[in-house]
């Protein structure tokens, strides 16, 4: 049974401290496959629009 593209099991912890860091890792990410966690840290530093940009990008995003 083919895995559901909708409904990836992986999930990628994006545990930098800034944005820029965390993108040099998204951009070699294919966000059928993935879904992304955004820490505490990151979203300190980079606030909601990083989350949106990653959003707008296809990724399912999810904050811890």
Known sequence: MPPNIHDPKIIVAL???D???ALQLVN???P???R???GKEL???AGPSFV???ARADF???LD
Request: with cysteine; proline share 0%.
């Open 52 to 54: 949106e940009q990653l």
């Open 43 to 45: 979203f300190t530093s």
């Open 15 to 17: 545990d930098y401290a």
């Open 60 to 62: 399912g995003v999810f």
């Open 32 to 34: 059928s496959l993935c």
């Open 36 to 38: 992304l966690k955004v």
């Open 28 to 30: 070699q990410l294919d």
């Open 19 to 21: 944005s820029k860091s």
